[in-house]
């Protein structure tokens, strides 16, 4: 594991520091001494976002002291908040709920909301009910999955586009796909059909990096029938979530995770069987993927 970083920021009311804790050796590190809100000093807030940019998560616990409110309040400073174009929000709030007594579990491997046109940037998630045992959620870098292809890999993946729809095969990585409320969530989660292509690489706006854009809201890659696309999914996605290229988290209740999810996947481990647990997000409005050689993501093209 790498040494731990200081980063020198001067807090809301008076000078201090907040620690950074690397996690893994290719992203994920954890926030220490830092209390989170919509107050941050503007060089705080600096830091904390040239922080998240280098380890793609983020990780703060001891954060009990947000509600909703105060939720939203620091996620806008990355930004606009967006709420989910499907599922409806907590009353009177831009926050998704994830819930899994009533099918909550994102446990498939994903970018959040892909199948939008300028899908999220950042995700700010909160903890609420943690089961004592199980649970934990994983990230995996997909600038670093990108970096390490081969050259022809690399040469395949910068030429290609893929669908992406709300109406993904949800039942096809789950052994019990109705089970826990998910078909009902699934039914309001494809309540009007989405659809974008983007393209498989997209270079990003504020590093620079090519990054891989994947994940199971993949129908189809453009030009390529359906067996091959599955193939191509699977041979790229494959790289990105190579253990080594991971991080994992065991949640208690009060942590907060931050992503860039321009950078990231994520999958949501169910393995707490009728334990109950509760996760809140809330998400900042994105940009349009730009590909290698500078083509937006846009509507369907028709076919032929």
Same mark, same amino acid.
Do not use: C
């Given at each position: 594991?790498?040494? %731990? =970083?200081?980063?020198? @920021?001067? *807090? #809301? ?6 620690? +950074?804790?690397? $996690? /893994?050796?290719? &992203? ?108 934990? %959620? =994983?990230?995996?870098? @997909?600038? *670093? #999955? ?6 022809? +890999?690399?040469? $395949? /993946?910068?030429? &290609? ?144």
């Amino acid at each position: 594991m790498s040494s %731990t =970083v200081l980063e020198s @920021t001067p *807090a #809301a009311s008076s000078s201090a520091l907040f620690e +950074l804790q690397p $996690l /893994a050796g290719k &992203l994920g590190a954890e926030v220490r001494g830092l209390r989170l809100s919509g107050d941050l000093a503007p060089a705080t807030f600096a830091a904390l976002k040239q922080a998240l940019l280098r380890y793609k998560v983020l990780f703060f616990k001891g954060q009990q002291h947000l509600d909703d409110a105060t939720h939203q309040a620091f996620a806008r400073l990355f930004g606009p908040l967006v709420e989910h174009p499907t599922v409806p929000s907590r009353d009177g709030t831009q926050i998704l709920e994830l819930d899994s007594a009533h099918g909550g579990r994102a446990d498939s491997w994903h970018t959040d909301v892909t199948f939008e046109l300028d899908y999220p940037q950042v995700a700010v998630l909160r903890s609420v009910v943690i089961p004592p045992t199980g649970g934990d %959620t =994983v990230w995996a870098n @997909t600038a *670093a #999955a990108y970096a390490e292809l081969p050259v022809p +890999l690399k040469t $395949l /993946a910068d030429q &290609l586009w893929a669908l992406h729809g709300n109406d993904y095969d949800y039942a096809a990585t789950r052994a019990k796909p109705d089970a826990h409320g998910a078909q009902k969530y699934r039914q309001v989660f494809t309540s009007r059909l989405i659809e974008t292509e983007h393209p498989l690489v997209r270079v990003h706006p504020e590093t620079g990096e090519r990054t891989l854009v994947a994940g199971h809201f993949i129908k189809r890659f453009v030009g390529y029938n359906g067996q091959d696309s599955r193939s191509l999914l699977e041979l790229f996605q494959n790289h990105i979530t190579r253990l080594e290229n991971t991080v994992r988290w065991r949640w208690s209740e009060g942590d907060v995770a931050i992503w860039d999810n321009r950078a990231t996947q994520h999958y949501a481990i169910n393995d707490y069987g009728d334990q109950h647990r509760v996760v809140r997000r809330v998400t900042v409005a994105g940009d349009v993927p730009v590909s290698v050689d500078g083509q937006r993501s846009r509507p369907p093209q028709p076919a032929g």
